[in-house]
């Protein structure tokens, strides 16, 4: 991909960036889906209400935060709350898109940020939920960025840290989750993956630029759906990219 | 109500709300000079075994010179509530934990932290009970409003809450399930504020985390402050006090107290000195001799802050925008 001018977390940015339409609302982890709300108020989507989970409410990402709970993330806010009213505006249906990530995902979107291995005996100890529970159970429709290979799209995760669509179709309303959330979109350094409306299992939609249906299909480890019609996703423009080095992240913090 | 699902985790701090009304009422309400050391404080006011919490949020107003006291007069068997980078780290690191209501602990944009891994990982930290941040905060929340939990649409459906201690029931108004968080009281609390005055009336500046719940959710309180101000100029903005000082135990004057973390609009986060604990924690030997030159090594905050040195201090202060 770097012949083609672009590295695999300016593309992950990128492809995320485009998700997310203005005057919408988003909960914004650190990382990436910074860099992706940041991108998206600099191109298409100047207003994009950025909601930081420790109580920033609608900041300029004109610097890049290095932490949830730093200036940055109520730099020229329309508010600066706390946790509990951030995770209760999520729960009245009030923030649209939220961004997660972890350490394995499955064909229903659930996350595991928490333990490789058995819970009391852990091979890996994980950060844990953090606000990623709270993101996967209230927002409306939540975007997964990961990198993409076996040892992450798993049938089975080893633990659930994280809900998507559970164990199926009305899974999610059973457990008590708010009706009509759940995983939206996966994005990825090979595809952009989205979820079939009834088996709500996850669904191959588009490729990364350069990038086959046979790769993406080695690097995950369970059977993935197929859209009727699979694009080839767009490649990161110039302006997306200039302005991403020269603005976005003009200190190369992440890229 | 009808109990649908429970987590298999611990209850490692009882929901005892009489206790907590009790301790609340011998608190004395005059106006007394409550100032002291980071010493004294954690001397009085923290035992062994006590079940503490922290308030922050990444790095940011993270009660360092606190926990640095704390890492120093070896309190230890702590049970702890989790959401927390440096400053639980550290106590980790020092082996004073013993059990964790774990919601995220971390280094951010460093990735995970190798000292949780050790610690859990070897069976150190004798328990993890998992929760997401927003049921840690509702849980201090319940705890604040004085009722034994709160009713909350996340953890439900998943490992998340299998793991915690929470109960999901038939809400007997809408007979859908629901997730209820008990309260969580706390032991003690420590939280690092912009300004407070001798009393222990606080303020915070920006956003303020889950300090509003959590000074309302500690048997004992800690306020340590950048900056010592007089009654009467906490009486002429009183809106900005979040914590009024009936609540708190002993105020502690900590210019830089979140040290190598940020203080918004005070001092920059100081990233060279977090990258050495990155380093330096990615093993028990580099831990260890860090704990030993920056706690250890000083006998309290003052020391410390001469160690890091005045220029580089300055130079903190100075990348605030708007300062330089």
Redesign the interface.
């Known amino acids: 991909m770097a012949e083609n001018g672009y590295n695999p977390t300016e593309l992950l940015i990128c492809t995320a960036s485009r998700l997310v339409p203005d005057n919408t609302t988003a909960f914004i982890g650190?990382?990436i889906p910074m860099l992706a709300a940041s991108l998206a108020q600099k191109m298409h989507a100047p207003n994009l209400v950025a909601v930081?989970?420790?109580?920033?409410v609608g900041a300029m990402l004109d610097d890049l935060p290095?932490?949830?709970?730093?200036?940055r993330?109520?730099h020229m806010a329309v508010a600066?709350?706390?946790?509990?009213d951030m995770?209760e505006t999520a729960?009245r249906g009030f923030i649209e898109y939220g961004f997660l990530g972890g350490a394995q995902i499955d064909p229903y979107g659930?996350l595991n940020s928490?333990v490789i291995g058995d819970?009391d005996?852990?091979?890996?100890?994980?950060?844990?939920?953090?606000?990623?529970?709270?993101v996967?159970?209230?927002c409306w429709r939540t975007i997964a960025i990961m990198p993409h290979d076996q040892r992450r799209f798993v049938a089975k995760v080893d633990?659930?840290?994280?809900?998507g669509y559970?164990s199926g179709p009305g899974?999610?309303e059973?457990?008590?989750?708010?009706v009509d959330t759940g995983p939206y979109r996966v994005v990825t350094t090979l595809a952009v993956l989205g979820y079939h409306p009834d088996s709500k299992r996850m669904m191959l939609l588009a490729t990364q630029p350069g990038v086959t249906i046979d790769d993406v299909i080695e690097n995950t480890g369970f059977e993935l759906l197929m859209a009727d019609e699979i694009e080839e996703y767009p490649p990161p423009t110039d302006e997306e990219l200039r302005i991403l080095r020269e603005d976005v992240d003009k200190d190369k913090?992440y890229i | 109500m009808k109990v649908l699902d429970e987590g298999i985790g611990k209850l490692i701090q009882p929901v005892d709300l009489d206790a907590f009304r009790k301790s609340n009422h011998s608190k004395p309400k005059q106006l007394i000079d409550k100032r002291m050391s980071e010493a004294e404080a954690v001397e009085r006011f923290i035992h062994d075994g006590d079940y503490v919490g922290t308030e922050l949020y990444g790095t940011v107003r993270c009660p360092m010179s606190l926990v640095n006291e704390i890492v120093r007069q070896g309190v230890k068997d702590l049970r702890m509530a989790g959401q927390g980078v440096t400053e639980l780290d550290t106590l980790l690191a020092a082996k004073l934990v013993k059990a964790l209501d774990i919601t995220y602990i971390a280094l951010e944009v460093y990735g995970v932290s190798s000292v949780l891994r050790r610690e859990v990982e070897s069976g150190r930290v004798e328990t993890c009970v998992e929760w997401s941040n927003g049921a840690i905060a509702e849980r201090f929340k319940a705890a604040a409003m004085g009722v034994p939990f709160l009713p909350i649409r996340s953890m439900l459906g998943t490992d998340t809450f299998k793991y915690s201690a929470a109960k999901a029931v038939e809400c007997p108004f809408t007979g859908e399930p629901i997730c209820l968080l008990p309260a969580l009281i706390l032991d003690v609390g420590l939280i690092h504020v912009h300004r407070a005055d001798m009393y222990g009336n606080a303020q915070i500046d920006g956003i303020s985390g889950f300090a509003t719940e959590m000074a309302r959710a500690s048997k004992r309180l800690i306020v340590s402050a950048e900056e010592i101000i007089s009654n009467d100029e906490i009486r002429k903005n009183p809106g900005k006090t979040i914590i009024p000082y009936f609540l708190v135990d002993a105020v502690v004057e900590a210019p830089f107290g979140s040290h190598p973390g940020e203080m918004c609009y005070v001092y920059e986060r100081d990233e060279p000195q977090i990258k050495e604990w990155v380093e330096a924690s990615k093993t028990e030997d580099g831990a260890d001799e860090y704990l030993a030159k920056y706690i250890h090594g000083v006998k309290d905050h003052q020391e410390y802050l001469e160690l890091i040195g005045k220029d580089r201090l300055e130079q903190l202060q100075a990348m605030v925008p708007g300062r330089s």
Not at chain 1, 121 to 134: A, F
Not at chain 1, 174 to 178: C, H, V
């Open positions: 650190t990382g930081f989970e420790f109580g920033g290095l932490a949830v709970g730093e200036r993330t109520f600066a709350t706390g946790l509990a995770v729960q659930n928490t819970h005996h852990p091979k890996v100890r994980l950060p844990g939920s953090g606000g990623g529970n709270d996967g159970s209230h633990f659930i840290t994280t809900p559970l899974a999610r059973a457990a008590g989750l708010p913090l």
